[in-house]
């Protein structure tokens, strides 16, 4: 009457149901940025007590659309907007390279996952922080005077 997989499935979500050490389910998620532009400013390398350093950069991507189209879709204005983001890089070594070759005006590739946090500022106000921790950064050149 069932299949083999169903069998599977099913005998699972009982064996789930009728035990509750295992009521926490371990299910696989995604959290994947992806982000192409170019640093805003040279990294600065910042250590807490008691923690491993980070190196730590902005990074700023472009959107771009044409407003207004008419019938050629050539019309209209070019809108552009900026989007600053800010990148930690705790990993070792990628830390170290980041710190040592990322540069200004630098045209760059990060992957990573995105953290969302929350820091008290000098005037004791609560605020909140976006940051992008990075797992690889890809060193992109559209200057030749960047490659040298």
Not at 48 to 69: C, D, H, K, L, Y
Not at 119 to 127: A, H, I, L, S, T
Request: proline share 3%.
């Amino acid at each position: 009457m069932f299949r083999k997989p169903t069998l599977q499935i099913i005998r699972h979500c009982i064996r789930c149901q009728s035990n509750e050490a295992s009521s926490l389910i371990l299910e696989r998620s995604m959290n994947r940025v992806q982000l192409l532009g170019r640093v805003g400013q040279d990294p600065v390398m910042r250590q807490v007590e008691g923690r491993n350093p980070v190196t730590i950069f902005s990074m700023a991507t472009n959107e771009m659309w044409r407003s207004g189209e008419g019938e050629t879709g050539f019309t209209g204005d070019v809108t552009q907007k900026t989007t600053w983001h800010r990148i930690s890089v705790f990993r070792p070594g990628l830390r170290d390279v980041a710190y040592q070759y990322v540069k200004k005006g630098a045209r760059v590739m990060v992957e990573g996952k995105i953290d969302y946090g929350e820091y008290v500022d000098k005037n004791n106000v609560r605020r909140q922080a976006t940051t992008i921790i990075a797992d690889n950064i890809i060193f992109l050149s559209d200057n030749p005077k960047e490659r040298e």
